[in-house]
């Protein structure tokens, strides 16, 4: 029937407009900044650096890989790794900018971290009058504790910590594993050490090798010498003028 409609509208409007007086559910209008309506865990807009501890800049997870900065598609993420006194890198981030004017949101720095250093915030009270200096975020701006990246993507940040502390426990046990296999082969090589294996003495003037080939001919049969038989006749003593008698015995004695 005509504005059966029209008076079911007029209803929910009537309903919500008591109710907005006493059902906190009805009340749509949230007093900001006094009251802040809780963001979804999936908003996000700049990315910020993850640290684990007490210490900012020391325990940031950030390895200076620098993969983040080549796949930033605006290239608004500005990188020095940190080295030591002999100039070789500490897997730290001397300087770690991000021009968060330039920033498009798309979290592919963080996609492409193998560290889980990075990841997006949710702060969005960010409005600056200077926009070429206060909106390029510098490393300690940046650094915000692993506390705070559980507060704000709870879900997302139990799946990270389940991860890295099996990733731990995977690289202790491999550790223990090593050292125990080190302590084994260090245990079976002393005892080798200490007791060298035994040899009969080589006699003096012969090396190892003929020493040890000795036993081998000792114990071969000694080749058996034919009987000489005389093959000359008897010679005539030439100044008895008997004859002489034959040699016997072995060749060259
Ligand atoms: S945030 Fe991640 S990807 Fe970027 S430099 Fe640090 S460790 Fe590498
Ligand atoms: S969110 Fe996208 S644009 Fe912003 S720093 Fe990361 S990769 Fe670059």
Known sequence: MLGIGLLK???????????????????????YPEQRTKLPENYRNFPFLVYDGTAAIDGLRCVACKICEVECPPQCIYIIPDR?????????????DIDISVCMSCQICVEVCPFDAIKMDQQYEIAEAD?????????EALAKPNSYYQEIHPAEAA???????????????????????AAAKAATAKPGAANPPTRPPAPSGSTPATAAMKPATAAMPEPAVPPVQPTQTPAENSATGNPVAP???TPGA
């Open 247 to 249: 040699k016997t015995g």
């Open 84 to 96: 030591d006194e002999k100039g070789r890198p500490t897997k730290k981030p001397k300087v770690f």
């Open 159 to 181: 799946q990270v910590d389940a991860m890295l502390a099996e990733a731990r426990r995977k690289a202790d046990a491999k550790a223990k594993a090593a050292a125990e296999a």
């Open 131 to 139: 926009r070429f200096d206060r909106l390029l975020l510098k490393r």
């Open 9 to 31: 509208g007029l209803g929910v409007t009537a309903k919500n407009l008591v109710g907005s007086f006493h059902d906190p559910a009805r009340l749509v209008t949230t007093e």
